[in-house]
């Protein structure tokens, strides 16, 4: 028996990377878990391995975040088959990098719209359930919210927008007895890296293992974060320890965020 035993957690971008591991982390703490991403087939490894952590089934549910209707569809979901909802966790976002002059308003549209529109859709969708559970909302940002970067733009813009939306929607948390918090984890070692990385190669016509090298060099890190250093955090941001925390952003780099914050 886990602290979460009992509750259910909402994860979006569930099905790889830092979203697939924080839902493994929540699930050995006893959580139902509700998985939700755009890739069945992904969603499909991603509950399999919470059942190779000996976690409960998760309820998994397919569909482009992008689209109102498809976050509607989660919570439908939710409220169908297990009617409440402790924990929301806003991970979802794959933002396009990349030479600003080369980034198309649909890029920047894209962007918007999965990250950003996907959690306050679904941060409003599931608020009722929330403050009836006096629940959590955990949105996970990135470190370009605070330090930006000439490759990407949007990913900075977007994560900006979020960052702001999680401090405006906790002072609502405040009355209603919601936490909203925010991670902003630096450069964590996921498919998403390798593929920003494959991006940046193509815009700069330099090879990815030469950008790698030189980023980790540049921030003097010793390693590459993984996602389970943000999912541990993301398990003690949720629980009854974190209670007197509302409207942070604690960054998981390594300390690659060079300013004061």
Same mark, same amino acid.
């Given at each position: 028996?886990?602290?979460?035993?009992?509750?259910?957690?909402?994860?979006?971008?569930?099905?790889?990377?830092?979203?697939? @591991?924080?839902?493994?982390?929540?699930? +050995?703490?006893?959580? &139902?878990?509700?998985?939700?991403?755009?890739?069945?087939?992904?969603?499909?490894?991603? #509950?399999?391995?919470? +059942?190779?952590?000996?976690?409960?089934?998760?309820?998994?549910?397919?569909?482009?975040? +992008? &689209?109102?209707?498809?976050?509607?569809?989660?919570?439908? @979901?939710?409220?169908?088959?297990?009617? +409440?909802?402790?924990?929301?966790?806003?991970?979802?976002? #794959?933002?396009?990098?990349?030479?600003?002059?080369?980034?198309?308003?649909?890029?920047?549209?894209?962007?918007?719209?999965?990250?950003?529109? !996907?959690?306050?859709?679904?941060?409003?969708?599931?608020?009722?359930?929330?403050?009836?559970? *006096?629940?959590?909302?955990?949105?996970?940002?990135?470190?370009?919210?605070?330090?930006? /970067? @000439?490759?990407?733009?949007?990913?900075? !813009?977007?994560?900006? #927008?979020?960052?702001?939306? /999680?401090?405006?929607?906790?002072?609502?948390?405040?009355?209603?007895?919601?936490?909203?918090?925010?991670?902003?984890?630096?450069?964590?070692?996921?498919?998403?890296?390798?593929?920003?990385?494959?991006?940046?190669?193509?815009? !700069?016509?330099?090879?990815?293992?030469?950008?790698?090298?030189?980023?980790? #060099?540049?921030?003097?890190?010793?390693?590459?974060?993984?996602? *389970?250093?943000?999912? *541990?955090? @993301?398990?003690?941001?949720?629980? !009854?320890?974190?209670?007197?925390? &509302?409207?942070?952003?604690?960054?998981?780099?390594?300390?690659?965020?060079?300013?004061?914050?």
């Amino acid at each position: 028996m886990g602290e979460y035993t009992g509750k259910v957690v909402v994860i979006t971008g569930a099905s790889r990377g830092i979203g697939r @591991a924080i839902a493994v982390a929540f699930a +050995r703490e006893g959580a &139902q878990t509700v998985l939700a991403a755009s890739s069945a087939e992904r969603l499909a490894g991603a #509950a399999e391995a919470i +059942r190779n952590a000996g976690g409960l089934e998760p309820l998994t549910v397919a569909g482009d975040l +992008r &689209q109102l209707d498809k976050c509607e569809a989660v919570h439908r @979901a939710v409220s169908e088959k297990l009617r +409440r909802c402790d924990v929301l966790v806003n991970c979802a976002g #794959a933002t396009k990098a990349g030479a600003f002059v080369g980034l198309a308003d649909e890029d920047w549209r894209d962007g918007f719209d999965l990250k950003f529109f !996907s959690a306050v859709r679904l941060a409003r969708l599931f608020w009722p359930m929330l403050k009836e559970t *006096e629940g959590k909302v955990l949105n996970v940002i990135g470190g370009t919210a605070r330090t930006p /970067n @000439a490759d990407m733009g949007i990913v900075g !813009s977007v994560n900006a #927008a979020m960052a702001n939306f /999680n401090k405006s929607l906790s002072a609502l948390g405040k009355q209603d007895g919601v936490n909203v918090n925010a991670i902003h984890p630096g450069m964590t070692e996921t498919e998403r890296y390798h593929e920003i990385l494959e991006q940046r190669s193509k815009s !700069s016509g330099r090879p990815v293992e030469e950008l790698r090298a030189e980023r980790l #060099a540049s921030t003097g890190l010793r390693r590459l974060g993984q996602p *389970e250093d943000i999912a *541990e955090l @993301a398990v003690f941001l949720c629980s !009854s320890r974190a209670g007197h925390i &509302q409207g942070v952003a604690v960054a998981v780099d390594g300390g690659q965020t060079p300013g004061v914050y």
